[in-house]
């Protein structure tokens, strides 16, 4: 991790990684994890000194509500959100009860709907599911920070 200054002269945090998990069930709407990601990444900024662009934001917010949505759309019961943030990256992983892997739809610009998982996976620097013994786990990462020409930085796949 690049140890210089924020831009209010405190020194990132170097101490191991930051997180957050919270467990959507029942009526919950999916602004209330957009909204626990988005107090995430300004605690992470503001607490611990780590830099977050306001493109990494806007498209956390974006993946952490389209992966909550898809686990309470296609998922019987509840789906657990996780956030983690290390060395420069934020991993957004979804765990839910259906055993089923997501899948891609055919490219379709005239398609309503159904995008989401495209919109994911473009925008994320790693993409990966993994089913486990009682469903599967979904976990997109990207980076904090934007490069000089105010994208995400560091290779994509």
């Given at each position: ?138 976990t997109a990462m990207l980076e904090l920070t934007d490069g000089p020409d105010g994208h995400a930085t560091g290779p994509h796949p």
């Open positions: 991790m690049d140890q210089t200054a924020d831009d209010d002269g405190r020194e990132p945090t170097a101490e191991g990684p930051l997180a957050v998990s919270r467990l959507f069930e029942g009526s919950e709407g999916i602004a209330t994890a957009r909204h626990l990601a988005r107090d995430f990444l300004t605690e992470v900024r503001s607490l611990h000194g780590l830099p977050v662009s306001g493109r990494a934001m806007g498209t956390v917010e974006l993946v952490v509500s389209e992966l909550v949505t898809n686990a309470r759309k296609y998922a019987p019961g509840p789906c657990l959100l996780t956030l983690v943030v290390r060395g420069g990256i934020i991993e957004i992983t979804v765990r839910d009860s259906n055993t089923a892997l997501p899948a891609v739809s055919a490219r379709d610009p005239h398609r309503i709907g159904g995008h989401g998982l495209e919109v994911v996976m473009a925008v994320c620097r790693n993409f990966q599911v993994h089913r486990e013994p009682s469903g599967k786990r979904v």
